[in-house]
């Protein structure tokens, strides 16, 4: 065998062992999201989630090896949001919490005050099982009162439509004329126990990254919607505090789109 035969092997198999090398995330979430999940705004649950309060702390050290996705072909990502006075936390790979379309493949960070607290996403590429991972970047500890968190872009509040429709009740007419404030405008429309459901509002944070429009067909919890996190319902028709399936979810950011 000769040495450029020698050389040629050993490219190869340094290739096949870096390709074949897989690319994870921090993937946990809180304990207080265990029974919110529909705060979240994230269309999927992964059966595998761990919910644990070490979560919330970003500390590499109790973070591996416990919680670790398995191979990922998206961004990480980190979501902190309010949650009854508190934090919740959600890391992970985000391909495991979106359908295959809206898979976020870039980096970003917003993080915005809501109220007292702050909510926000961060997106990051995965990395090698040995490596620390770059969803950690958020936590209880990295937020500055009246900053925010360091590196992570603070996103304008806009006019939104605020509405609620269900069987009859309600209306999310074009002559609506109830808003909100807030940097997404959020809408949800659907069918629940039967009858046409549609909400509009406002939302501090897109868990799905981009302006877009999500279907899912699995159940969700719409009493706790994207912006109920952040904002009362006085001025909604009704309140759902039960489970409805077949639902449009869409997060288009205020400044581009204000009258929904």
């Known amino acids: 065998m000769t040495s450029s035969q020698i050389l040629m092997i050993l490219i190869l198999w340094m290739t096949s062992e870096v390709l074949a090398e897989d690319l994870v995330c921090y993937q946990c979430a809180s304990p207080n999201l265990q029974n919110n999940w529909g705060l979240t705004g ?149 069918r629940l126990n039967g009858q046409f459901y549609e909400s509009r509002g406002c939302g501090y944070f897109n868990p799905i990254g981009s302006n877009v429009c999500s279907w899912t067909d699995q159940v969700y919890n719409v009493s706790t919607g994207i912006d109920s996190a952040m904002r009362s319902r006085k001025k909604r028709a009704v309140s759902l505090a039960f489970q409805a399936n077949q639902f449009d979810i869409s997060f288009v950011n205020s400044k581009k789109f204000v009258s929904q």
Do not use: W
């Not at 997106?123 to 500055?144: G, H, L, M, R, Y």
């Open 42 to 190: 994230l269309p999927l649950k992964p059966d595998s989630l761990k919910f644990d309060s070490v979560c919330a702390k970003a500390d590499t050290n109790e973070l591996v090896p416990d919680f670790i996705s398995g191979n990922c072909a998206s961004s990480c990502f980190e979501l902190m949001l309010p949650v009854n006075g508190e934090y919740g936390f959600v890391r992970g790979c985000h391909e495991n919490f979106v359908s295959n379309e809206f898979k976020v493949t870039n980096g970003t960070c917003h993080v915005n005050l809501v109220s007292t607290l702050y909510a926000g996403v961060s997106f990051c590429p995965p990395a090698n099982a040995e490596a620390d991972k770059c969803n950690s970047k958020i936590s209880t500890s990295s937020v500055q009162a009246g900053k925010g968190v360091t590196g992570c872009e603070t996103e304008a509040k806009h006019s939104c439509k605020s509405c609620t429709e269900y069987g009859g009740s309600g209306s999310c007419s074009a002559s609506t004329t109830d808003t909100c404030k807030g940097v997404y405008c959020t809408k949800t429309t659907g």
